[in-house]
């Protein structure tokens, strides 16, 4: 089974989900793999992912490492949806002995964000609603959920990340890929990016260049 096989069913739900109530014998990977983090050309770090599917949704779970700067990051998140308007998100930071965690529940029309660091905790909550998706700026494999998303006319979404609670407008629509029987999503406006898809829907590379990085899959 593979990402492109899974977006038909979630096209319907109108969102890739995040599996809440799938057991390890009823899941089954959609995608798995990694990913190379490159800022201007130079590698930075590496992530690895899965995507798993359930009748209900999706989900997502990623580790990116960054080698800088030093001590080094590491970033561990993931993404559980059981439609467009409900979903639960978590990513874990961690760089020497500073941690933190960031939880976010998204319910309907409410979304609740709650952060955890040096012993402090801060929790706050916004509107919700259809067309939101939680998003890290690190962690490449979170994007993929705006794939059934968008359109070829141009669908426009809310990105929130718990990070820092920045909400930003932007626009994904589907285009033509270089590789036929790929998918390319762009995104404009608020967020900009390219996300692309292989033959077998397999994630192959996205390009966030308001930020200069790029994640490209490595191949076997």
């Known amino acids: ?13 109108a969102l890739l989900g995040l599996a809440l109530s799938a057991s390890p014998a009823e899941a089954q990977v959609a995608d798995q793999g990694t990913m190379v983090i490159r800022a ?19 989900r997502v779970l ?21 439609g467009e308007s409900d979903g639960a998100f978590q990513l874990g930071r961690k760089a020497g002995v500073a941690s933190a ?19 402090a905790e801060q929790a706050s909550e916004s509107p ?13 494999a979170l994007y993929l ?17 718990p990070q ?3 909400r930003v407008s932007f626009t994904a629509q589907r285009l033509p890929a270089p590789e036929p029987g790929g998918s390319l999503i762009r995104f404009s406006g608020g967020l900009e990016g390219v996300l692309e898809l292989g033959s077998s829907g397999e994630f192959v590379r996205l390009s966030l260049p308001g930020l200069g990085l790029e994640a490209t899959r490595k191949r076997d």
């Open 62 to 82: 990623a580790k990116a490492v960054y080698l800088s700067p030093k001590p080094g990051i590491r970033l561990d998140a993931s993404l559980e949806r059981s």
């Open 128 to 140: 919700g609603g259809l067309g939101l998706v939680l998003l890290a700026d690190s962690v490449f």
């Open 164 to 166: 820092s609670a920045r």
């Open 1 to 13: 089974m593979n990402l492109r096989s899974l977006s038909l069913p979630i096209e319907r739900l």
């Open 101 to 119: 965690e960031i939880y976010a529940v998204l319910k309907r029309n409410r979304l609740t964000i709650r952060r955890v660091e040096r012993g």
């Open 145 to 161: 959920q705006i794939v059934p998303l968008a359109t070829d006319d141009g669908r426009t979404l809310t990105a929130v990340l």
């Open 40 to 58: 201007g050309g130079r590698e930075i770090g590496v992530e690895t992912f899965q995507v798993t599917p359930s009748p209900t949704g999706v």
